[in-house]
Nanobody
Framework: QVQLVESGGGLVQPGGSLRLSCAASVSISSINAMGWYRQAPGEQRELVAFITSGGRTNYAESVKGRWTISRDGAESTVSLQMNNLKPEDTAVYYC????????WGQGTQVTVSS
C-alpha cells in the first residue's frame, strides 16, 4: 500500500509558476514510476508527466519545455515545477505511483486565470 499526499496547487495568472509536490508513504526507490495526471471539467484524465525509478522522464507534448518533474529520494517526494502556465492548464492534478498496483493522491486544483 502506498499513500500519496499532494500539495502546491492554487490560483495563478497566465505566465506564472506553481510547484506541485507529492509525498509518498514509502521509499520512492521502491516505486516503479511516479507522476501526474490532470483532469479538466468535462475532459478525460490526461497523463502530464512521469519519472521512473531509473530517473527517466516523460512529458505530454502540451507541457514539454515548460514543466519539469523531479524527485527527492531523501524526502520520498516527487515534484512538478510548472512554468509559463496557460489557462488551458487549469485542471485538478492527481499524483500517482505505480508499484504493482496504481495508487492515487487526492487531487489538487490548479487554476490559471487573470
Amino acid at each position: 500500500q502506498v499513500q500519496l499526499v499532494e500539495s502546491g496547487g492554487g490560483l495563478v495568472q497566465p505566465g506564472g509558476s506553481l510547484r506541485l509536490s507529492c509525498a509518498a508513504s514509502v521509499s520512492i526507490s521502491s516505486i516503479n514510476a511516479m507522476g501526474w495526471y490532470r483532469q479538466a471539467p468535462g475532459e478525460q484524465r490526461e497523463l502530464v508527466a512521469f519519472i521512473t525509478s531509473g530517473g527517466r522522464t516523460n512529458y505530454a507534448e502540451s507541457v514539454k519545455g515548460r514543466w519539469t518533474i523531479s524527485r527527492d529520494g531523501a524526502e520520498s517526494t516527487v515534484s512538478l515545477q510548472m512554468n509559463n502556465l496557460k489557462p488551458e492548464d487549469t485542471a485538478v492534478y492527481y499524483c500517482y505511483a505505480r508499484r504493482g498496483n496504481t495508487y492515487w493522491g487526492q487531487g489538487t486544483q490548479v487554476t490559471v486565470s487573470s
